[in-house]
């Protein structure tokens, strides 16, 4: 089953909003990653993060490394039309098997 | 420029035949990945592969084979055993030991009709 829960499904924003996503599992997980997705296209990686607790930046966008290492989450500010994606977190589980585990996606889009 | 190449973009097949998709890579990764997208799921890991040669079932294998005889190729085959093989299906690769930073490919539509 699922492993990584993430909220909201999608989101509707005007352009310039600030815009905040998380993710959850009740597993533990040593790294969270957070990638984009655009229309028939193979997602991207936006952050990595590898300690709990950890805050990311990348230009307008922030991620966090939650300090239970269950969860993570993901801001976006001053959107603008090109955010328009799905946004995924992702994280190894601790089996043993080295391949990532992908939540359901986010759906974002910008009304210019 | 490296990168990661699937082909086709778009496959059309009938039901009860197998069909391969390629996937290519010259980064020199060693791990390659297979994944499935539906609608408003996110990414099911097929199969996975560390090292030529070798390669692990993910969470949703039935109906599906792979092969590495190559460390830049790795082709996934749908089988007719596959009860719904209509997706989006993504192929990545990474430097095993490294941070998960996965390059994907741009993907193959698959529909069966």
């Known amino acids: 089953g699922q492993q990584l829960n993430q909220s909201p499904q999608s989101m509707f924003i005007q352009e310039g909003e600030d815009v905040s996503m998380n993710c959850t599992s009740s597993?533990?997980?040593?790294?969270w990653l957070w990638y984009k997705q655009e229309p028939g296209e193979g997602p991207v990686l936006l952050i990595a993060?590898?300690?709990?607790?950890e805050l990311t930046s990348n230009g307008r966008l922030t991620a966090q490394f939650g300090i239970t290492r269950k969860d993570s989450f993901l801001n976006i500010s001053a959107s603008i039309p090109s955010d328009v994606g799905i946004y995924f977190c992702?994280?190894?589980?601790?089996?043993?098997?080295?391949?990532?585990?992908f939540g359901s996606g986010t759906r974002l889009q910008v009304q210019p | 420029d490296g990168g990661i190449t699937q082909s086709p973009k778009y496959l059309f097949r009938k039901e009860g035949q197998n069909v391969t998709l390629s996937c290519e890579q010259n980064?020199?990764?060693?791990?390659m990945y297979w994944y499935r997208q539906d609608p408003g799921q996110g990414l099911r890991l097929i199969y996975y592969?560390?090292?030529?040669?070798?390669?692990q079932k993910g969470d949703i294998a039935e109906g599906y084979s792979v092969s590495r005889e190559k460390k830049e190729s790795f082709p996934l085959t749908v089988t007719s055993a596959q009860k719904n093989p209509t997706a989006f299906y993504l192929c990545?690769?990474?430097?095993?030991?490294?941070?998960?930073?996965?390059?994907f490919g741009s993907g193959t539509r698959l529909t069966v009709v």
């Open positions: 990545a690769s990474s430097i095993v030991r490294t941070d998960y930073g996965y390059t």
């Open positions: 597993s533990i997980f040593n790294t």
């Open positions: 993060l590898y300690k709990a607790g």
């Open positions: 992702a994280g190894p589980l601790d089996t043993g098997r080295r391949a990532l585990t």
């Open positions: 980064l020199n990764h060693d791990a």
């Open positions: 592969s560390q090292i030529v040669n070798d390669f």
